[in-house]
């Protein structure tokens, strides 16, 4: 584990290409300008398709590259999977850009294992369903040369540039409803559906649960039964049912739970492995979960309280449509870790979709702040319009005074 730092961290969320559209010292002139003391940078990243509001120079849509660091990888640090770099020197330059200027802490935000690019060059290392079909943005993380590719890029990153923490994002499975290029279905889909597509019975996953005396493909021809019960009459069902349906399958099935405890220790295995790489100088944040609430981020494989243990924070995104909905998600968040604020970083999106568009932001900071989490970052500097970034300025001023100037 690392020193923490006692200054408060109040950080925007951006990418390279929005740091560049100003340059990096009319960037950090505007960050400071609207109280902000970080900023944290995609340095490994998926596919999107991003609206940019306020972008000077264009593009107005972007299509960032596939699954590529935005930095130059080392690459005979790596084993199996070998990374690729950003098309663009300016791109992969933004981080040591933003290190020289100096007046913000920079932290390395990481997508590790949601990752296309490298799903397709290396389909056998992939998530594997019930059925036996491979999801390509899902690198699995009980393959060995999976969790060797999640070090040496965090080792690589971190050896090279010395961010201020390594924020990581996706170190588990992806779920199964996780918005990958036009999905379809004509049939409704429901959380208890998503989450049995989402198990991984590929060869290390079975080979593992085996190890542990689970017997993996009684466990696989159950959920694969029951799927095909529901697709053969699907109905629709509310949330609270399908809920209903997770419980009652965990309860009644054993081994099922054993794998999902598992599959935990896995994601918790590879997180203090990458911790081990870190420079004294380099914390580690873990984003445990893209589930809404996070209660739900078992399904990814994340633990929170032994993901606590292991990293220096949990840097949890409290995306919510109202203050008191993102507030009881953090309440039950520290109590799943014991109660320690201290551990917590909290992102908020201080506009639509969430907060009442953005209205609310200041009752959830206060909220937040009251069950003792004093750590805030804000999603996305380029995606925000410019009315939504001035409106977090205010707050920030409003909530922490001369502490931002």
């Known amino acids: 584990m690392h020193m923490q730092i006692d200054t408060a961290y109040r950080s925007i969320y951006v990418y390279a290409w929005d740091v560049l559209d100003m340059g990096v010292t009319a960037f950090v002139d505007a960050a400071l300008a609207m109280g902000v003391t970080d900023v944290s940078l995609a340095c490994s ?9 306020h972008a000077r120079k264009g593009p107005k849509v972007i299509f960032p590259e596939d699954g590529v660091l935005y930095f130059e990888p080392r690459q005979e640090r790596y084993g199996e999977i070998k990374p690729q770099a950003h098309s663009d020197a ?9 290190l ?3 007046r913000l ?3 390395a935000w990481t997508v590790l294992l949601h990752n296309s690019r490298l799903g397709a060059a290396y389909p056998h290392l992939t998530t594997q369903n019930v059925f036996g079909d491979r999801y390509v943005y899902s690198l699995c993380p009980m393959q060995p040369a999976v969790l060797e590719y999640a070090r040496a890029v965090c080792r690589d990153l971190v050896q090279q540039y010395e961010p201020s923490s390594l924020i990581l994002e996706s170190p588990g499975w992806q779920p199964y409803a996780h918005g990958y290029h036009h999905e379809f279905a004509q049939l409704p889909t429901n959380a208890w559906l998503d989450v049995m597509l989402g198990m991984c019975f590929c060869d290390a996953c079975q080979r593992a649960a085996n190890e542990h005396g689970i017997q993996i493909k009684a466990v696989q021809q159950r959920i694969a039964g029951n799927i095909n019960d529901y697709l053969s009459n699907p109905v629709p069902v509310t949330a609270h049912q399908a809920q209903d349906w997770i419980q009652a399958d965990l309860l009644r099935d054993q081994e099922l739970r ?3 405890t598992l599959r935990q220790q896995r994601v918790t295995t590879l997180v203090s492995h990458i911790a081990a790489e870190l420079r004294k100088t380099t914390q580690l944040a873990i984003i445990p979960t893209v589930q809404r609430p996070t209660a739900d ?3 990814e494989g994340s633990d929170l309280a032994a993901l606590a243990d292991v990293a220096d924070y949990l840097e949890v995104p409290f995306y919510e449509p109202t203050a008191a909905r993102a507030i009881h998600d953090a309440r039950h968040t520290l109590r799943a870790i014991g109660d320690k604020p201290e551990k917590i970083r909290a992102i908020l999106r201080p506009g639509y979709p969430d907060l009442n568009t953005g209205a609310e932001l200041d009752t959830a900071i206060t909220g937040l702040r009251e069950l003792g ?3 805030f970052a804000f999603y ?6 410019q009315k939504q970034l001035d409106h977090l300025a205010a707050t920030l001023n409003s909530q922490f005074g001369k502490d931002v100037a």
């Open 45 to 53: 990243y998926h596919a999107g398709k991003f609206l940019r509001p």
């Open 380 to 385: 996305n500097y380029g995606l925000l319009p």
């Open 105 to 107: 802490r920079v932290h």
């Open 258 to 260: 054993a794998f999902i």
């Open 90 to 98: 300016a791109i992969r330059n933004a981080l040591a850009d933003l």
């Open 297 to 299: 981020c078992w399904q």
């Open 373 to 375: 989490i004093s750590d």
């Open 100 to 102: 020289a200027d100096g």
